[in-house]
C-alpha cells in the first residue's frame, strides 16, 4: 500500500521567541518492510542551521536552530511511502528459551538485541510486569504464539482513553487503571517482556485509519501511533505487536523510529530563549494512494 503523509507541528507564544533549538525524529525509515519513496521538510521561520544525521538506531534525525524573532513555529514533514509489511515466522524457539539462547548467540544482531533488555527512562522492570504476563507465557510454548496471546489479552483488558494520561504518567499507574493510550500500551507491554527476559523495542510511526461508513476521510484527524517490536532469536528478526489494537502490524502501520522507549524517539523537542503561554498544535495526515 502507497501512502502520502503529512505531519505538521505548531508551536505558538503570546511572546516573540529570539532563539530556539530543536530535534526532530521525524522521517519515516526505510525497512525491510517498507521503503520512502520521497521526503520534504518545511520549518518556518527558516532555520539559520541544520544538520541531519542517523541516530544510534539508525533513525533519522535533523537537528536545527532558529535565530530570528518568532511567535510560531512550523515544522512539518511530508513524505510518500509504500508499505507492504513482513510475514511472520510461527515456529519459533520457545519463549523460556530465550535467555539462554542470548547467551550463547553472540552475532552481532543478538549482541544489538540485547540491548533492549533493560530498563530505560519509561520502561521500569519488576514483579508486577512480569506476573501480569505470565499466564500467556506457559512454559515449552513459541515464542510468537505467546507474545500474540498476551498481545490480545492487552488490547482486551485495557481501555483507549485519550486525556486519562499524560507522557509522565508511570505505567505502574497504567497497570491499575486499565486506560491509556498507545504509548502507554506500548510501554507496558515492553516493561512485561523485558521483565521476562524478552527483547523488545519501542516503534513510532502512523497508522492508516478508515472514516465511518458514507463520511468522508477528514484531512489532517490522523495520529501519531506506538507499537513494540520483539528480537526473534533464531530467525533474528523482529516481529511487531500492536497491543492498543490486538493485532500484528501489517500494510496499514508506517514505521518512522524505533528505540529503547518514547524518549528516544520523541518526534520534537527543543530549547527556547523567551516566549510564554505557549499551545503546541499537531496534524497528522495519512492518505492511502493505493497499491
Known sequence: MRYRISHKTIY??????SFCQNKGCLKPRTTNGQTVESLEL??????SGMEEFLDFYGNGVVLFTVQEAHKKLEVEIRSEVVAQGLPVPRDTVEWNAVIP???SDLSLKSLE???FLFASPYVPLGDAYRAY????FPAGKPLIACVEEFNKRLHKEFTYKPQMTTISTPISEVLKTRMGVCQ??????IACLRSLGIPARYVSGYLRTFPPAGKPRLIGADASHAWVSVYVPGEGCWVDFDPTNGKIPGDEHITVAW????SDVSPL??????GSGQSLRVSVDVEPLGN
Open 133 to 136: 504476563a505470565a499466564p500467556s
Open 113 to 115: 538485541a540485547q540491548e
Open 12 to 17: 505558538q507564544y503570546t511572546e516573540q521567541v
Open 184 to 189: 502507554d500500551f506500548a510501554h507496558l507491554m
Open 269 to 274: 523537542s527543543g530549547i527556547v530563549l523567551g
Open 259 to 262: 528505540g529503547r522507549d518514547y
Open 42 to 47: 518545511r520549518i518556518s521561520p527558516a532555520p
Open 101 to 103: 539462547w542470548l547467551r
